[in-house]
């Protein structure tokens, strides 16, 4: 048996493809959604009563969904509110790094043409001490491993 030790997710970055991010803008502390589907058509073929054909139609992408700390102003900031306060929509590219305990890239995925379709906020709360948690979620086309 090999000494293969798999890879920790607590350990990423997130980069943005769009001009003026600042390093503020790769921070975040969760990413979910890099999930590939398969659709499914199903099939009857006339006499046959054992079992239905399963034929792939298309890929799925659900959406990929960020969260962080409230950052107060950004370049992210400025191109969510062009997007959903100005409807001005400039689709981008994002990069999903995981990276090892010495802080080189493990693997990565492209996620492509993405998009932000919500923006929202953490409840605010008297009676307790937590941050403000910023979630963002943005529609795509697909992603590649790279």
Do not use: C
């Not at 990565?108 to 979620?137: H, Q, R, Y």
Request: aromatic content about 12%.
């Amino acid at each position: 048996m090999s000494g293969y030790i798999p890879p920790v997710g607590f350990h990423f970055r997130v980069d943005f493809v769009l001009p003026f991010m600042t390093s503020n803008d790769n921070r975040f502390q969760e990413v979910s959604g890099l999930t590939a589907e398969i659709d499914v058509e199903t099939v009857n073929a006339g006499g046959q009563n054992k079992y239905t054909h399963k034929l792939p139609k298309r890929g799925k992408y659900p959406n990929l969904v960020l969260k962080r700390g409230m950052l107060k102003n950004s370049s992210l900031i400025a191109w969510l509110t062009n997007s959903i306060v100005n409807f001005e929509f400039v689709p981008a590219n994002l990069i999903v790094t995981l990276l090892n305990e010495n802080h080189m890239p493990v693997t990565a995925w492209m996620v492509k043409k993405i998009w932000p379709v919500k923006w929202s906020f953490s409840d605010l709360k008297a009676d307790e001490n937590g941050i403000v948690i910023e979630t963002i979620e943005l529609a795509y086309d697909f992603f590649v491993k790279i």
